[in-house]
């Protein structure tokens, strides 16, 4: 039965391993299950699985040892709170908020797959459920382990770069085709995502993106619905962004190009850094360029002296640390490396960019979700007349 008062604090146990209940066993489900029984997440254990298809159950039976249960509904998981002390959702993201409230009402704690759902409001949702239950809460945002996105981190937390004066952001590493798109009724649809690649694709660069520099006072999106597909939702985005400190920011994504770029590039007053894949090249001026350009006596730049180094960061997922982080702030208090508070953001930033596009005008920031339900349930609509559904 669901709690009817908030439980107490976590750790709410001694034990020493955090018992899980996958809840979707698609492709990214599968792995996470597989990388569970093989002990690749010491202090978390896989208790019980959630499996809709006879496909699934059929894998689920010939891969995973007999005592993790296999459930055909998310009901059924839910009918058993005593088998697993949280809850990993992987599941087509409409559903994120509903499963994640209802976990977080049985006192579960919750790991989320990108996104928090389909708009604001389901993050909003899920956020106040984790808060009102005092439940731990973390979004699977992986990139932030990978060792170039945390040496960008690192050098912007320094100040090293003095003042941030302009960010140029670019991902075509997202490549679909008609057949992933086709993959299932609830891909790249209004009434089954919510958008395309920014709601789904693009939820890692742009939390990358406000974990970087923050979100943004203003948002303007330039979005291209359906220029490489015959749909109704998004396979390229530009958007521009103004902050209150004067830096301005363009980021650009991409699904429909097919060779792979992953750049960016920060202009600060001290320095400039620059990212092509895991290759991190940070430029470092002799003197802050703002203060150059007021007090110099020359006319031009040579007055100043720049010094150039090259890091190379290789990319590691980063699945398994993702899931022993979780683990471990439940068990010990241990810091999240991506709280699922984080998950409102990303997501804001591409409703923005969608509310945006259709008004055709600049969004302040925080955005109205209520105006942003509403355009998006006309979205919704129009597909199902097309498509010929209700």
Same mark, same amino acid.
């Given at each position: 039965?669901p $709690?009817?008062?908030?439980?107490?604090?976590f750790?709410?146990?001694?034990?020493?391993?955090?018992s899980?209940a996958?809840?979707?066993?698609?492709?990214?489900?599968?792995?996470?299950a597989?990388?569970?029984?093989?002990n690749?997440?010491?202090?978390m254990?896989?208790?019980?699985v959630?499996?809709?298809?006879?496909?699934?159950?059929?894998?689920?039976?010939?891969?995973? #040892?007999?005592?993790?249960?296999?459930?055909?509904?998310?009901?059924?998981?839910?009918?058993?709170?005593?088998?697993?002390e949280?809850?990993?959702?992987?599941?087509?993201?409409?559903?994120?908020?509903? $499963?994640?409230?209802? *976990?977080?009402?049985?006192?579960?704690?919750?790991?989320?797959?990108? #996104?928090?759902?389909?708009?604001?409001?389901?993050?909003?949702?899920?956020?106040q459920?984790?808060?009102r239950w &005092?439940?731990?809460?973390?979004?699977?945002?992986h990139?932030?382990?990978?060792?170039?996105?945390?040496?960008?981190?690192?050098?912007?937390?320094?100040k090293? /770069?003095?003042?941030?004066?302009?960010?140029?952001?670019?991902?075509?590493e #997202?490549?679909r085709?008609?057949?992933?798109?086709?993959?299932?009724?609830?891909?790249?649809?209004? &009434?089954?995502?919510? @958008?395309? *690649?920014?709601?789904?694709?693009?939820?890692?660069? $742009?939390?990358?993106?406000?974990?970087?520099?923050?979100?943004?006072?203003?948002?303007?999106?330039?979005?291209?619905?359906?220029?490489?597909?015959?749909f109704?939702?998004?396979?390229?985005?530009?958007?521009?962004?103004?902050?209150?400190?004067?830096?301005?920011?363009?980021?650009?994504?991409?699904?429909?190009? *097919?060779?792979?770029?992953?750049?960016?590039?920060?202009?600060g007053?001290?320095?400039?850094?620059?990212?092509?894949?895991?290759?991190?090249?940070?430029?470092?001026?002799?003197?802050?360029?703002?203060?150059?350009?007021?007090?110099?006596?020359?006319s031009t730049?040579?007055? /100043?002296?720049?010094?150039?180094?090259?890091?190379?960061? #290789?990319?590691?997922?980063?699945?398994?640390?993702?899931?022993? &982080?979780?683990?471990?702030?439940?068990?010990?208090?241990?810091?999240?490396?991506?709280? @699922?508070?984080?998950?409102?953001?990303?997501?804001?930033?591409?409703?923005? *960019?969608?509310?945006s596009?259709?008004?055709?005008?600049?969004?302040?920031?925080?955005?109205?979700?209520?105006?942003?339900?509403?355009? $998006?349930?006309?979205r919704?609509?129009?597909?199902?007349?097309?498509?010929?559904?209700t």
């Open positions: 039965m $709690l009817t008062t908030p439980p107490t604090p750790p709410s146990s001694g034990s020493t391993c955090l899980i996958l809840i979707g066993t698609g492709s990214m489900g599968r792995q996470y597989e990388m569970l029984i093989k690749a997440v010491p202090h254990k896989l208790t019980t959630c499996c809709r298809s006879d496909q699934a159950r059929t894998w689920a039976r010939e891969t995973l #040892p007999e005592e993790i249960a296999v459930c055909s509904t998310a009901e059924e998981v839910y009918a058993c709170p005593d088998r697993y949280a809850v990993l959702i992987v599941t087509p993201h409409s559903s994120h908020s509903e $499963l994640a409230e209802k *976990a977080f009402a049985l006192g579960k704690h919750v790991f989320c797959d990108k #996104p928090s759902g389909m708009s604001v409001r389901d993050a909003e949702k899920m956020n459920a984790a808060a &005092n439940r731990k809460f973390a979004m699977m945002f990139q932030r382990l990978y060792a170039r996105n945390r040496r960008i981190k690192e050098i912007l937390d320094s090293e /770069l003095g003042k941030i004066l302009r960010v140029s952001m670019k991902s075509t #997202p490549y085709t008609s057949a992933y798109h086709s993959s299932g009724g609830w891909r790249s649809s209004w &009434n089954g995502e919510g @958008g395309g *690649a920014l709601i789904n694709q693009g939820q890692h660069p $742009l939390d990358l993106w406000q974990w970087f520099f923050g979100m943004p006072q203003e948002v303007y999106g330039d979005v291209a619905f359906g220029k490489y597909n015959d109704m939702v998004d396979d390229e985005a530009r958007i521009l962004m103004r902050y209150e400190s004067g830096m301005s920011g363009s980021f650009f994504l991409s699904t429909g190009e *097919a060779r792979s770029q992953e750049s960016l590039e920060i202009v007053s001290r320095g400039t850094l620059s990212v092509d894949r895991d290759a991190v090249t940070l430029c470092r001026y002799s003197q802050d360029s703002l203060e150059y350009g007021r007090d110099s006596r020359y730049r040579e007055g /100043l002296r720049f010094e150039e180094s090259v890091e190379v960061c #290789p990319t590691k997922k980063d699945y398994e640390q993702m899931l022993e &982080n979780f683990a471990m702030a439940v068990l010990q208090g241990t810091p999240l490396i991506a709280p @699922g508070e984080e998950g409102y953001k990303a997501l804001e930033l591409a409703n923005s *960019a969608y509310l596009a259709w008004t055709r005008r600049p969004i302040v920031l925080p955005l109205d979700a209520r105006i942003y339900e509403e355009e $998006l349930r006309k919704m609509e129009e597909e199902r007349q097309e498509r010929g559904t």
